[in-house]
C-alpha cells in the first residue's frame, strides 16, 4: 500500500515563499505521476500542479509563473515552492499520486498566507 507524507505547510505573508514536500513509500516502483491538489474552506479540491515519471509538467492557470513543482532525485517524492504567495492561496494542499490507474492521497498540510 503506498503512503504519502506531506511536510513543509505553514503561515506565511502575503508575498512570501513556502515549499511543500511528499513522500512515497511502500512501494519500489517510480510512480507515474505525483503532484499537490488544493482545497479551501467551502470550495471544492482543485488541482494545483502534477509531474510525470518523464518530468512532464502541469500547472493550473491561478499558479502558473509562481509556483514550481519538481522531484528531487529520490524517485518518489515531489517538491511544490510557491512563491509570490497570496491570500487566496490558503488551503489544505494535499500529495497526490497515480500509477497503474490507482489514487493515492496524502493525509493535507495546511497553508495560511496572510494579508
Known amino acids: 500500500q503506498v503512503r504519502l507524507v506531506e511536510s513543509g505547510g505553514g503561515l506565511v505573508q502575503a508575498g512570501g515563499t513556502l515549499t511543500l514536500s511528499c513522500a512515497a513509500s511502500g512501494t519500489i516502483f517510480t510512480l507515474y505521476r505525483m503532484g499537490w491538489y488544493r482545497q479551501a474552506p467551502g470550495k471544492q479540491r482543485e488541482l494545483v500542479g502534477t509531474?510525470?515519471?518523464?518530468?512532464?509538467?502541469y500547472y493550473a492557470d491561478s499558479v502558473k509563473g509562481r509556483f514550481t513543482i519538481s522531484r528531487p532525485n529520490a524517485k518518489n517524492t515531489v517538491s511544490l515552492q510557491m512563491n509570490s504567495l497570496k491570500p487566496e492561496d490558503t488551503a489544505l494542499y494535499y500529495c497526490?499520486?497515480?500509477?497503474?490507474?490507482?489514487?493515492?492521497w496524502g493525509q493535507g498540510t495546511q497553508v495560511t498566507v496572510s494579508s
Open positions: 509531474i510525470t515519471n518523464g518530468a512532464s509538467t
Open positions: 497526490h499520486a497515480l500509477n497503474s490507474g490507482i489514487s493515492y
